[in-house]
C-alpha cells in the first residue's frame, strides 16, 4: 500500500505532467490519436464533423437504397469505409506538417531556397517512412474493403429484385385468374406482401406489352386444380 508521502508526491507529478507542450510535440500527440480511425471500431474521431458524416452516410443509403437489414449493414460499411478513406489525404498532409515544424531548421547552409524545401521533404519521408507506409497499406485495405461490400451488395440487391419480380408476376396471374372467377385477390392469403395497387400495375404492364408485341409475355395462368393445391396448403400451415 502506498504511504500518504507517495500518494501526495504521485499528485504533485501528475500535475506536472501535461503533455507535449511544443507545436511539434502536440502535432505528434494528435497524429497518434487520429491512427486509430483507420483500423479502430470507431468511425468518428473527436475532430470530426458529425454533421458532416451524417449527410455522407445519408447519401450512401439515398443512393443504395437498402430494403432489409443485411442490406443497410453493408451501405453502412461502405459508408464508413469511404469516410476513413478521405481520412488518409488529411493524415499525410499532416505528417508532412509535422516535418516541416521538425525540420524547419534544417539545411540552412544551403542557399538555394527551393533545394532546401526539397531536402526538407525529402528529410521528412525518410524520417516518417513508416507512418507513410502504413498509410498507404491501410489505404490499400480500405478499397479492398469497399470493393469487396459493393460487389456484395449489388449481387444481393439484384437476386432481391428478382425475386420480388417473380413474386410480383406470380400475383399478377393469381389477379387475373381469380378476376376470372369472379373473386378479388386477397395479398396476404397467397403471401404476398404488395399491395393491390401493385398487383394491378403489373397487370396493366404486362397486358400493354402484349398488346404491341406479337409475342405475348409467357405468362401461364395458373389452372384450377394448382389454385386449389396453394389454397390447400396455405390452409395447412396456417
Not at 497524429?31 to 451524417?54: F, H, M, Q, W
Not at 439515398?62 to 453493408?74: K, S, V
Not at 542557399?111 to 507513410?132: G, H, W
Request: aromatic share 6%; glycine share 4%.
Amino acid at each position: 500500500m502506498s504511504s500518504e508521502a507517495q500518494v501526495k508526491a504521485n499528485k504533485k507529478n501528475a500535475q506536472l505532467s501535461t503533455g507535449p507542450t511544443s507545436e511539434t510535440g502536440k502535432a505528434k500527440s494528435s497524429l497518434n490519436a487520429v491512427k486509430t480511425g483507420l483500423t479502430g471500431r470507431t468511425v468518428l474521431l473527436p475532430s470530426d464533423d458529425v454533421e458532416a458524416y451524417n449527410r455522407h452516410t445519408l447519401r450512401f443509403f439515398g443512393q443504395w437504397q437498402p430494403a432489409n437489414d443485411a442490406e443497410h449493414a453493408l451501405v453502412q460499411s461502405l459508408a464508413d469505409t469511404e469516410w476513413r478513406l478521405l481520412r488518409i489525404p488529411t493524415l499525410e498532409s499532416g505528417i508532412y506538417a509535422i516535418g516541416r515544424l521538425e525540420f524547419a531548421d534544417k539545411f540552412t547552409s544551403e542557399s538555394d531556397e527551393t533545394v532546401r524545401r526539397s531536402l526538407i521533404e525529402a528529410q521528412i519521408f525518410l524520417s516518417y517512412r513508416k507512418d507513410l507506409n502504413n498509410l498507404s497499406i491501410q489505404e490499400g485495405r480500405l478499397r479492398r474493403q469497399k470493393e469487396k461490400d459493393s460487389v456484395e451488395l449489388t449481387e444481393m440487391q439484384h437476386k432481391r429484385r428478382e425475386e420480388e419480380t417473380r413474386k410480383l408476376r406470380k400475383a399478377a396471374v393469381l389477379y387475373r385468374d381469380l378476376k376470372a372467377e369472379g373473386r378479388v385477390l386477397d395479398p396476404a392469403e397467397f403471401g404476398f406482401e404488395f399491395s393491390i395497387e401493385q398487383i394491378e400495375e403489373q397487370v396493366a404492364l404486362v397486358d400493354a406489352r402484349n398488346a404491341h408485341s406479337p409475342y405475348p409475355e409467357c405468362e401461364v395462368p395458373y389452372r384450377a386444380q394448382e389454385l386449389r393445391k396453394e389454397r390447400i396448403k396455405l390452409k395447412k400451415t396456417a
